[in-house]
Nanobody, 115 residues
């Protein structure tokens, strides 16, 4: 059983930056593929970025070039650096851990991009 706790969300102006963190406990973090998802009001949850156990990354087209996912296996933490934020990035951001058929979710952190 893996527990995930996200942090780093908040209110930021368009064009600004935020870094989200997701701290994992209770499992072998380095063996899990880690992902960030987001869900805006009235919309389905969507995949934002993924990083594999060996550091291969993938991004949604809407964030590629602006967001960077990374992981620190020594700290059991995955990060999402978000630059050039837009109002349409406003959502609750969730961290997810995958290992074979098992997956675990965090509780989410709110990101609001507004002037």
């Amino acid at each position: 059983q893996v527990q995930l706790v996200e942090s780093g969300g908040g209110l930021v102006q368009p064009g600004g930056s935020l870094r989200l963190s997701c701290a994992a406990s209770g499992g072998s973090f380095s063996r899990h593929r880690m992902s960030w998802y987001r869900q805006a009001p009235g919309k389905q949850r969507e995949l934002v970025a993924t990083i594999t156990t060996v550091g291969i990354t993938n991004y949604a087209d809407s964030v590629r070039g602006r967001f960077t996912i990374s992981r620190d296996n020594g700290k059991n933490t995955v990060y999402l650096q978000m630059n050039s934020l837009k109002p349409e990035d406003t959502a609750v951001y969730y961290c997810k851990a995958d290992l074979l058929s098992l997956n675990f979710w965090g509780q989410g952190t709110q990101v609001t991009v507004s002037s």
